[in-house]
């Protein structure tokens, strides 16, 4: 009788082991999918072949699926936000460059010699 429960125990130990690993190996593909990785397929392969290289990739995998993001992408929305500054900026500059020639023209404008105007001439009395 203990045999068959000790064998029982094995066998759910075995089979705890095989189904978690399975699991463990999904976990990259979990998140991938959890992202919209646009290489989640990839990902899901990649675990599958992990089991049968010893699982040096999984690690790899997971920073693979982690790296990717739908609201920023593959992290690198700063060249984004510094391409939107950039071009921010060079409207403003365009707009200073446009104020600063109108003051000029007004300024040429002050200093352009006004035209004498003819004053009647006084008579003497």
Known sequence: ML?????????????VLFYGIIIIHDIPYEIAMK??????DAIHVAGW?????????????W????LYRADRGWGFKLETELDSRVTEQQSQ????HSQVAQLQQQIELLHQPQPLQAQPPQQEQ
């Open 3 to 15: 045999d068959y429960v000790a064998l029982g125990i094995l066998i759910f130990v075995g089979l």
């Open 35 to 40: 992202r919209n990785h646009p290489h989640q």
């Open 49 to 61: 072949i992990s089991l049968f290289t010893l699982h040096v990739i999984w690690p790899f995998l």
């Open 63 to 66: 920073i693979w699926a982690t």
């Open 93 to 96: 500059l365009e707009q200073l």
